[in-house]
């Protein structure tokens, strides 16, 4: 018969584990603990861990972020939703893929403001939304039977779900406390429970999904700046027609220059911008490569206008035909970033 979880608080730091480890390895994990028996299995199986000197830590509070690093690893998980980039939550940062991977999941969400505040400890309500959706455990209909838990409570139904599911039953008192932090224990119990409730198999058999290309900013947000540019350049050019004093909307030889000087400008300023957001996004190893380069690309650009403008004598035919390829492959450049590190 399954051990069933009582209640209390809620939680920190969940790591990674070595596959192999037991519950047995930890000397504050006693046979006696109702968590036992998942602490051994999740252990075993490296989707969680514990931290120096053979211990769990049974007792502090699991955060954001580790529920979203140890489902990943139990689990395979489908993506139903385009990727919300969180403000804290940087490509650098230790569990980014496991967070966009659960966002994308549809089982973690962020807050309206922008921000994910990964190491925000996790309530027992909020854990019990979080694994119905991992799990997609259904209610049937039925109610749990928590005197602290009311109909109004945001995680009622998830509640019931997982009482249905024998994941959880009344402590002594008849309640659930949906409004305490989850420990570590209770978090590897309710974990292991609705694993076993649900249709995965026990042992994972699947690579942690990862986020193979770091996002860095909205396509969308890029390609409506490529466009202003362009849209800003037209207004200009029509500005320019219409002080044409023939009044034959002529763009003269000058104002041309001008043009080309105006767009390339706002292009390159956009695209050295990029540049910095990608590298500043990436590991300093990995930012080092790109920087050099994106620089060798800069400095390959600057002389084919100078061997242009020496060849050409100053002459504005050759030069306006060399900076319009410029733009041209400055804009493409933009394009290929946006595609590869956009989202």
């Given amino acids: 018969m399954r051990k069933l979880v009582t209640a209390t608080a809620l939680s920190a730091s969940l790591l990674f584990a070595p596959v192999g480890a037991s519950a ?13 028996e998942a602490i051994d299995h999740l252990s ?65 969400n962020g807050m309206a403001n922008g921000y994910f505040k990964p190491a925000d400890y996790v309530t027992r309500g909020q854990m019990a939304i979080i694994l119905t959706k991992a799990f997609n455990l259904k209610n049937g209909g039925k109610r749990h039977a928590f005197k602290d838990v009311s109909p109004a409570h945001g995680a009622d139904g998830a509640i019931s779900s997982l009482y249905y599911n024998n994941v959880v039953r009344p402590d002594k008192n008849g309640n659930f406390k949906p409004n305490e932090r989850v420990t570590r224990a209770e978090y590897a119990d309710m974990l292991y429970r609705a694993w076993q409730a649900s249709d995965y198999p026990m042992t994972p058999r699947h690579e942690a999904k990862k986020v193979v290309e770091k996002s860095v900013f909205s396509r969308a947000d890029i390609n409506r700046e490529i466009h202003s540019i362009g849209q800003a350049v037209k207004r200009k050019e029509a500005a320019y027609k219409a002080e044409d004093p023939t009044g034959q909307g002529i763009v003269y030889g000058y104002q ?7 767009e390339m400008e706002k292009v390159r300023k956009m ?6 957001q990608i590298a500043d996004a990436m590991a300093p190893s990995e930012a080092k490569t790109f920087n050099r380069q994106f620089q060798n690309y800069k400095a390959d650009q600057d002389r084919r206008y100078r061997k242009v403008y020496k060849d050409s004598g100053g002459l504005p035919y050759p030069i306006r035909n060399i900076e319009r390829k410029l733009i041209s492959e400055d804009r493409q450049k933009i394009k290929n970033w946006n595609n590869q590190y956009g989202y």
């Fill in 24 to 36: 047995a390895t930890f000397n504050d994990v006693p046979s006696s603990l109702t968590a036992y």
């Fill in 44 to 108: 075993n199986k490296g989707v969680m861990s514990g931290y120096g000197g053979g211990q769990f830590q049974p007792n502090t509070y699991v955060q954001r972020q580790h529920i979203a690093a140890t489902i990943n690893r139990a689990i395979p998980v489908t993506y139903v939703r385009n990727a919300r980039h969180f403000k804290d939550v940087p490509p650098k940062h230790r569990n980014y893929s496991d967070i966009m991977v659960l966002q994308r999941a549809g089982v973690l």
């Fill in 256 to 262: 041309q220059d001008q043009l080309i000087g105006f």
């Fill in 271 to 276: 695209r050295d911008r990029m540049a910095k």
